[in-house]
């Protein structure tokens, strides 16, 4: 009995044992798995219930020109942030920090004492200066931080504000290409990771750590900042000159649609786009403006009529009374008593609206509306602007007799100065219609490799290369001997037309207020450069596009010349004397001419002579072979005469 009473026993005690072994066992296998293998998955969970992220922001892209001059970049504006549970006294530290940032002390401290691990203190603390931000940190206030973050630095002011337009509060883009491109500009942010306990003492054990962030990639424009001066002083001073209401300018080139220059007036402060009129900077006036645009439509009407062969320009003949009737409708010239007989070279000359209706009524309407679609109007041009309007044609219900005779001289139907930009481009380009583009690629800043690119897109083609040279030679002769003399720049050779518009309101034309327009493009043999300006509601002059427009466009194409690398051409018209012009001479060359000499050479021309009085011509202004006007002075530059001279 006893024995039987020890056997089990014993065997009960092995069984505890190996119970109890395989239980440490367990643990053992346990701890392993938590200490080791889980070990950075749990570390992780517990350092989540830990940490305190003080976020910088994310690095936004540089918008760019063509030559990757910054147009808009980043500028450092910290935001404070603060940690209620390391202050004791927060009264005291708000206090002390509301005047510093501004802000009323009840209500930040009211922020300050919120029941949260970590509190931003905006708006007074959000984007405040960086030297504000230095004095703040002297003060050394427990449980206050300073986080990195940006706002948009615009280093030109209000130019280009319409077409980039702005970021709002956390630096999204809210407007223009800021918006179109946020999802390229955005940047992820860095973030410190700070380690604390419940009560938000650091814990010391754990170092603080760093979770990176990506910059955002940089816009580069086709848009060139030397143009873009050039241009928005133009409509800067045509704004007060004439009191406009408002002015536009697109400056293209018309082999590959790239953008140059984009303005609008008046613009806005994109660091303050608050204060602004929603109504600018909601309107990119190139893209978003659609009105009829008057006779630099005709260009299409004339380009067409070419086409399709059923008008020569020197041998067809037209007579005009100064009106048309059209379906019962007595459809005037801007000139009332008419222009005469003339050649339809003169009828483009002179911008004669009964001639273009006669062309019109050539190419026929269903032509005509085909030809007018397939330059462009009736539909976005897809240039990538934010807020680009398509314009309105004629439905084909509603185009009888009169409405297809308006519209061959630019009136009853709406475009866009960029649908306007594209069309005339295709006409001189050779007859390529060519896709407007703004952005011409999208680069990584870190690596600077490109992460798109656009490049020149052709839609297609709309006049044979014949026809729009025969274009390119009517519009240099309107700006020789027609209505756009005042945009001729000797040398340059420039073409053009102009337009008038009245505007309309309600259904009905107001009486009095135009929208003048000339659009030119140099030079007129190969044309490197087309420009388009329209000025809404001018006042103090007379409001025609040729006495507005034009001289503008004019000095626009004389200054973009050398940046663009156009010299003086042969073959220019001469610009036809009008009673009233100035009269103008060549300037001879004068170089190697001695005082005496030209002293008998000339009596009429005011000579101004620099040097000694005994030397040589070495150099001169006006340069030999320029116009000047017949009353102006030759400045002449002597040298000493000597063989070196002779």
């Given at each position: 009995?006893?024995?039987?009473?020890?056997?089990r026993?014993?065997k009960?005690?092995?069984?505890?044992?190996?119970?109890?072994?395989?239980?440490?066992?367990?643990?053992?296998?346990?701890?392993?798995?938590v200490?080791?293998?889980?070990?950075?998955?749990?570390?992780?969970?517990?350092?989540?219930?830990?940490?305190?992220?003080?976020?910088?922001a994310?690095?936004?892209?540089?918008?760019?020109?063509?030559?990757g001059?910054?147009?808009?970049?980043?500028?450092?504006?910290?935001?404070?942030?603060?940690?209620p549970?390391?202050?004791?006294?927060?009264?005291?530290?708000?206090?002390?920090l509301?005047?510093?940032?501004?802000?009323?002390?009840?209500?930040?401290?009211?922020?300050?004492?919120?029941?949260?691990?970590?509190?931003?203190?905006?708006?007074?603390?959000?984007?405040?200066p960086?030297?504000?931000?230095?004095?703040?940190?002297?003060?050394?206030?427990?449980?206050?931080?300073?986080?990195?973050?940006?706002?948009?630095?615009?280093?030109?002011g209000?130019?280009l504000?319409?077409?980039?337009?702005?970021?709002?509060?956390?630096?999204?883009?809210?407007?223009?290409?800021?918006?179109?491109?946020?999802?390229?500009?955005?940047?992820?942010?860095?973030?410190?990771?700070m380690?604390?306990?419940?009560?938000g003492?650091?814990?010391?054990?754990?170092?603080?750590?760093?979770?990176?962030?990506?910059?955002?990639?940089?816009?580069?424009?086709t848009?060139?900042?030397?143009?873009?001066?050039?241009?928005?002083?133009?409509?800067?001073?045509?704004?007060?000159?004439?009191?406009?209401?408002?002015?536009?300018?697109?400056?293209?080139?018309?082999?590959?649609?790239?953008?140059?220059?984009?303005?609008?007036?008046?613009?806005?402060?994109?660091?303050?786009?608050?204060?602004?009129?929603?109504?600018?900077?909601?309107?990119?006036?190139?893209?978003?403006?659609?009105f009829?645009?008057?006779?630099?439509?005709?260009?299409?009407?004339?380009?067409?009529?070419l086409?399709?062969?059923?008008?020569?320009?020197?041998?067809?003949?037209?007579?005009?009374?100064?009106?048309t009737?059209?379906?019962?409708?007595?459809?005037?010239?801007?000139?009332?008593?008419?222009?005469?007989?003339?050649t339809?070279?003169?009828?483009?000359?002179?911008?004669?609206?009964?001639?273009?209706?006669?062309?019109?009524?050539?190419?026929?309407?269903?032509?005509?509306?085909?030809?007018?679609?397939?330059?462009g109007?009736?539909?976005?041009?897809?240039?990538?602007i934010?807020?680009?309007?398509?314009?309105?044609?004629?439905?084909?219900?509603?185009?009888?007799?009169?409405e297809?005779?308006?519209?061959?001289?630019?009136?009853?139907?709406?475009?866009?100065?960029?649908?306007?930009?594209?069309?005339?481009?295709?006409?001189?380009?050779?007859?390529?219609?060519?896709?407007?583009y703004?952005?011409?690629?999208?680069?990584?800043?870190?690596?600077?490799?490109?992460?798109?690119?656009?490049?020149?897109?052709?839609?297609r083609?709309?006049?044979?290369?014949?026809?729009?040279?025969?274009?390119?030679?009517?519009?240099?002769?309107?700006?020789?001997?027609?209505?756009?003399?005042?945009?001729?720049?000797?040398?340059?050779?420039?073409?053009?037309?102009?337009?008038?518009?009245?505007k309309?309101?309600?259904?009905?034309?107001?009486?009095?207020?135009?929208?003048?327009?000339?659009?030119g493009?140099?030079?007129?043999?190969?044309?490197?450069?087309?420009?388009?300006?329209?000025?809404?509601?001018?006042?103090?002059?007379?409001?025609?596009?040729?006495?507005?427009?034009?001289?503008?466009?004019?000095?626009?194409?004389?200054?973009?010349?050398?940046?663009?690398?156009?010299?003086p051409?042969?073959?220019?018209?001469?610009?036809?004397?009008?009673?009233?012009?100035?009269?103008?001479?060549?300037?001879?060359?004068?170089?190697?001419?001695?005082?005496?000499?030209?002293?008998?050479?000339?009596?009429?021309?005011?000579?101004?002579?620099?040097?000694?009085?005994?030397?040589?011509?070495?150099?001169?202004?006006?340069?030999?072979?320029?116009?000047?006007?017949?009353?102006?002075?030759?400045?002449?530059?002597?040298?000493?005469?000597?063989?070196?001279?002779?």
């Amino acid at each position: 009995m006893r024995r039987f009473i020890e056997t089990r026993m014993r065997k009960r005690l092995r069984l505890a044992f190996l119970i109890l072994a395989a239980l440490f066992a367990a643990l053992v296998l346990k701890v392993f798995q938590v200490q080791i293998i889980r070990n950075p998955e749990l570390t992780g969970k517990a350092m989540e219930n830990w940490d305190r992220e003080l976020p910088f922001a994310g690095v936004r892209g540089e918008i760019k020109d063509r030559h990757g001059k910054k147009i808009i970049g980043n500028r450092v504006a910290p935001t404070l942030y603060f940690m209620p549970s390391q202050n004791r006294d927060i009264p005291a530290a708000a206090s002390r920090l509301a005047p510093m940032i501004g802000a009323d002390k009840d209500r930040l401290e009211e922020l300050m004492s919120k029941r949260a691990s970590i509190v931003k203190l905006a708006p007074e603390g959000k984007n405040i200066p960086y030297e504000t931000a230095v004095e703040i940190g002297r003060l050394g206030i427990p449980g206050l931080y300073t986080g990195v973050d940006y706002i948009r630095d615009y280093p030109y002011g209000e130019m280009l504000s319409r077409l980039v337009g702005f970021t709002g509060y956390d630096n999204q883009g809210l407007a223009g290409i800021e918006y179109e491109y946020d999802r390229f500009l955005s940047g992820s942010g860095e973030k410190i990771r700070m380690y604390t306990d419940a009560r938000g003492n650091p814990l010391p054990h754990v170092g603080d750590g760093w979770i990176g962030g990506k910059a955002g990639a940089d816009v580069e424009l086709t848009i060139d900042l030397r143009i873009q001066e050039i241009v928005e002083r133009e409509l800067s001073q045509a704004m007060m000159k004439y009191e406009a209401d408002q002015a536009l300018a697109i400056v293209m080139v018309p082999d590959t649609g790239e953008i140059l220059a984009l303005a609008s007036a008046p613009n806005f402060d994109p660091s303050d786009y608050a204060s602004a009129d929603p109504s600018i900077y909601n309107r990119n006036l190139p893209v978003w403006m659609t009105f009829e645009p008057g006779s630099t439509f005709k260009i299409i009407t004339l380009a067409s009529a070419l086409e399709e062969g059923v008008v020569d320009l020197h041998d067809d003949s037209f007579f005009d009374p100064g009106h048309t009737t059209v379906g019962g409708a007595r459809l005037r010239c801007w000139k009332r008593e008419g222009h005469g007989s003339q050649t339809f070279l003169e009828v483009v000359e002179n911008s004669c609206n009964p001639g273009f209706i006669e062309l019109g009524r050539r190419v026929g309407p269903e032509k005509l509306t085909s030809y007018i679609r397939e330059f462009g109007f009736g539909a976005t041009t897809g240039s990538g602007i934010a807020g680009e309007a398509s314009g309105i044609l004629f439905s084909p219900e509603a185009y009888g007799p009169v409405e297809h005779a308006t519209t061959s001289f630019g009136q009853g139907i709406s475009v866009t100065p960029i649908q306007q930009a594209q069309a005339v481009a295709a006409a001189v380009n050779g007859g390529r219609l060519m896709q407007p583009y703004i952005v011409k690629r999208i680069l990584d800043p870190e690596t600077g490799k490109e992460i798109e690119r656009n490049e020149p897109v052709e839609k297609r083609r709309v006049i044979s290369e014949e026809t729009s040279k025969q274009v390119r030679e009517a519009l240099e002769s309107v700006v020789a001997n027609g209505s756009g003399r005042n945009a001729f720049t000797d040398g340059l050779r420039v073409g053009g037309k102009t337009g008038t518009a009245q505007k309309v309101e309600d259904g009905r034309y107001k009486d009095g207020d135009y929208i003048v327009s000339f659009i030119g493009f140099a030079p007129a043999d190969d044309p490197d450069i087309l420009v388009y300006v329209a000025v809404d509601g001018p006042k103090n002059e007379v409001q025609f596009g040729g006495v507005i427009s034009a001289p503008m466009v004019g000095r626009i194409i004389s200054d973009i010349a050398p940046l663009r690398n156009i010299k003086p051409r042969d073959g220019q018209l001469e610009r036809e004397y009008r009673w009233g012009d100035p009269v103008q001479i060549r300037v001879p060359d004068l170089t190697g001419k001695e005082r005496d000499e030209l002293m008998q050479m000339f009596h009429t021309i005011k000579i101004e002579w620099n040097g000694p009085a005994e030397g040589r011509v070495i150099r001169q202004l006006p340069a030999p072979g320029s116009l000047m006007e017949e009353s102006g002075t030759i400045h002449l530059y002597a040298g000493p005469a000597n063989k070196k001279n002779e």
